[in-house]
């Protein structure tokens, strides 16, 4: 397989901050596209499943299927407005992400955002943490069409150095 093409950019976020901001685009109501990000049965096909009472302010657990020896973590939900936006944080015993995903609708194709916050000061690990997101993006849109899952090895390491110099190069 030949390397996918990287997609990522830094975007600046209202409240100052900068994310890195990853987009792919189904052929699909929004409310579908919603479906497959949020059920745990659906889930599980492209990123890995989850348990607890989901809301704004609640925190479930999430299992990476797809990461070996993976454990189950906390994910904190700060904000879910169905079918548009969802806002989560990562464990933060470990090194805490947060996160954002946007749904947008246009005629029969949707659009999924992800935004990947990134911490106030320098920008680091890029080239592992934006493969990894092109790869989960393009993980969620096969599950969703039905096709054959990508492999990890075609983003990392080919994907590495287009997020490394993304910092320098503003995307």
């Known amino acids: 397989m030949a390397s996918p093409v990287p997609t990522g950019r830094l975007l600046a976020c209202d409240d100052g901050g900068t ?10 109501p929004p409310e579908d596209v ?3 990000l949020t059920d745990p049965a659906r889930t599980a096909l492209w990123f890995g499943p989850w348990r607890g009472e989901p ?21 904190h939900i700060e904000a879910c407005e ?14 805490s992400w947060r996160l954002e995903v946007l749904v947008s609708a246009g005629g029969s194709r949707t659009s999924v955002e992800l935004r990947h916050l990134l911490p106030e000061g320098p920008v680091t690990g890029l080239g592992e943490i934006g493969p990894g997101w092109e790869y989960y993006l393009d993980m969620f849109t096969a599950s969703f069409a039905g096709v054959p899952l990508p492999a990890f090895t075609a983003y990392y390491p080919a994907l590495r150095g287009f997020y490394e110099e993304l910092p320098r190069t503003g995307g």
């Open 34 to 36: 919603w479906a497959h």
């Open 55 to 75: 809301g704004p302010g609640a925190t479930v657990e999430v299992r990476t299927a797809f990461e070996e020896g993976a454990g189950w973590s906390p994910l």
């Open 19 to 28: 994310a890195l901001a990853l987009a792919r685009t189904l052929t699909a």
């Open 82 to 95: 169905p079918p548009r936006r969802l806002l989560v944080a990562t464990d933060p015993a470990a090194e």
